[in-house]
C-alpha cells in the first residue's frame, strides 16, 4: 500500500515521521502513466480485465508507448473509496507507465 503526499512536501527531511517503524518513505522519481477508470467492488482478479482494456486502448494510441514490454506490465490499481461504500459508488484506476512518441505532448 502507497500514499502520495501532498506537493507542499519537496524534501524527504519535511516529510512527517512515521509513528510506526514498519512504514517506511520511499522517494519516487515522477513518471507518467496511462488511466482508466472503473467501478465496483475490488477483489484480487478485478484490475485484469481493466487491464486488458487499458492495453487494448493503448495499442489503439499512436502517440502513446508502453515503458515496458506488454507481458512485463506491472499495473498499479488505485482504490479511492472507504470500505462501506456501495460498489457502484467506487472510484478505482489501473494505471500503466507510458511514454508519448508525440513531441507536442
Do not use: C
Not at 10 to 36: F, H, R, W
Not at 76 to 86: D, E, G, H, S, V
Not at 89 to 100: H, K, Q, S
Request: glycine share 2%; no cysteine.
Amino acid at each position: 500500500m502507497s500514499f502520495i503526499l501532498p506537493s507542499k512536501y519537496q524534501i524527504v527531511e519535511d516529510l512527517p515521521i512515521p509513528s510506526d517503524s514498519s512504514v517506511k518513505i520511499e522517494v519516487v522519481e515522477p513518471y507518467t502513466v496511462a488511466t482508466l477508470q472503473f467501478s465496483g467492488r475490488w477483489t484480487p482478479e478485478a484490475p485484469d480485465g481493466q487491464t486488458k482494456r487499458l492495453l487494448e486502448m493503448l495499442h489503439n494510441d499512436k502517440d502513446v508507448k508502453l515503458t515496458a514490454d506488454e507481458s512485463k506490465v506491472e499495473p498499479k490499481i488505485a482504490r479511492y473509496n472507504p470500505p462501506w461504500t456501495l460498489p457502484f459508488l467506487r472510484t478505482n484506476e489501473v494505471m500503466i507507465p507510458v511514454n508519448f512518441t508525440n513531441s507536442e505532448a
